[in-house]
C-alpha cells in the first residue's frame, strides 16, 4: 500500500506562486509514475502534469505549460508541482496521484491510478 498526502495549498493572489508537494510513504516510490490533477468547482478532475519514475520525462496540460513545474527526489519519496503565475481558473483541489505499473511512466488518464491523496486546496483571488 502506499499512502499519499499532499501539502502546500493556499489563498495566493493571481500572479503569485505556490509549490504543493506529495509526500509518499512505501519503498518502491521510485518506482512509480507520478501525476497532479485538479478538480474545479462543478467540474470533473482533469490532469495537470505527470512525472516518470527517473524524472527524465514530463508532460502538462496545456492550460498550464510554461507556468508549472513537476519534479520528484525520490530519496525523499516526494514529488512536487511548483505553481507560478497563477490564475483564478487554476483554483481547484489538487490531488496527486501514483501509477505503480506501466514501467513508471506516467498517464493522463485517472484510472491508471491506484492511489490517490486527500487532496489540497489551492484558490487564486482576483
Known sequence: QVQLVE??????????????????????????????????PGKERDFVSGINWSGSSVYYADAVKGRFTISRVNAKNTVYLQMNSLKPEDTGVYYCAANPKDGGYYSRYEYEYDYWGQGTQVTVSS
Open 7 to 40: 501539502s502546500g495549498g493556499g489563498l495566493v493572489q493571481a500572479g503569485g506562486s505556490l509549490r504543493l508537494s506529495c509526500a509518499a510513504s512505501g519503498r518502491t516510490f521510485s518506482s512509480y509514475g507520478m501525476g497532479w490533477f485538479r478538480q474545479a
